[in-house]
């Protein structure tokens, strides 16, 4: 079971680019590696996924090394709004062994 | 656009009474999950069901049951709650399994008395 470690907090100026990392030092094989983003009182929402090296979408980037034992979610140019908690989860498709972990609370500051 | 829903947002209930939390998804995937979300401990997995009347035990499945009766409904049950299920319980359901993308409910805080 590849379980995750990831910062609990970070705080950020408005218009920063933000990179949160996280560590899967277990992730096996057939594992993918998954980003959640959570807002206060609502569920968490999918963000980006991706196996190795980089995987870009319109709101994050995904950075996996060659190891694939870290990962790193970067944010461009952050706004208030992406104030929330992000979740890193790695697990194969199709299984139903995973762990969400705490996240990482992100503050954007004015 | 999927959507989960879940039955209430809000719910009060007394310690001892029997509890039930629906959850509704419209996107005809096999697997759904339930989930009670603390301060300091994160999402953690209660019950998941990938088939209709097949279910499994998540991390703390202690305390609660499950009900899939139906493909699209997923039910959690508390058969006698008590005040450390206090929490805020998260629905979601995927195509394939825990690591395919999860689509979450809005929640439901549960308050036992």
């Known amino acids: 079971l590849a379980k995750t470690t990831q910062p609990i907090s970070m705080d950020s100026y408005e218009g920063q680019e933000v990179n949160i990392t996280c560590s899967h030092n277990?992730?096996?094989?057939?594992?993918?590696i998954t980003w959640y983003q959570q807002f206060p009182s609502q569920g968490p929402r999918f963000i980006i996924q991706g196996y190795k090296t980089k995987v870009t979408n319109e709101v994050a980037s995904l950075f996996i090394p060659a190891d694939r034992k870290s990962s790193t979610l970067s944010l461009p140019r952050v706004s208030l709004s992406d104030t929330a908690v992000y979740y890193c989860?790695?697990?194969?498709?199709?299984?139903?062994?995973?762990?969400f972990g705490t996240g990482t609370r992100l503050t954007v500051i004015p | 656009d999927v959507k989960v829903t879940q039955s209430s947002r809000y719910l009060v209930k007394r310690t001892g009474e029997k509890v039930f939390l629906e959850c509704v998804q419209d996107?005809?995937?096999?697997?759904m999950f339930w989930y009670r979300q603390d301060p300091g401990l994160g999402l953690r997995l209660i019950y998941f069901s990938y088939d209709v009347k097949m279910k499994e035990k998540g991390d703390i499945p202690e305390g609660y049951s499950v009900s899939r009766e139906k493909k699209e409904r997923f039910s959690l049950i508390l058969e006698s709650a008590s005040t450390n299920q206090t929490s805020m319980y998260l629905c979601?359901?995927?195509?394939?399994?825990?690591?395919?993308?999860?689509?979450f409910g809005p929640g439901t805080r549960l308050t036992v008395l």
């Open positions: 996107m005809d995937h096999e697997n």
């Open positions: 979601a359901s995927s195509f394939r399994g825990i690591a395919d993308t999860q689509y």
């Open positions: 277990n992730i096996a094989t057939n594992d993918y």
């Open positions: 989860l790695v697990g194969e498709p199709g299984a139903n062994n995973l762990f």
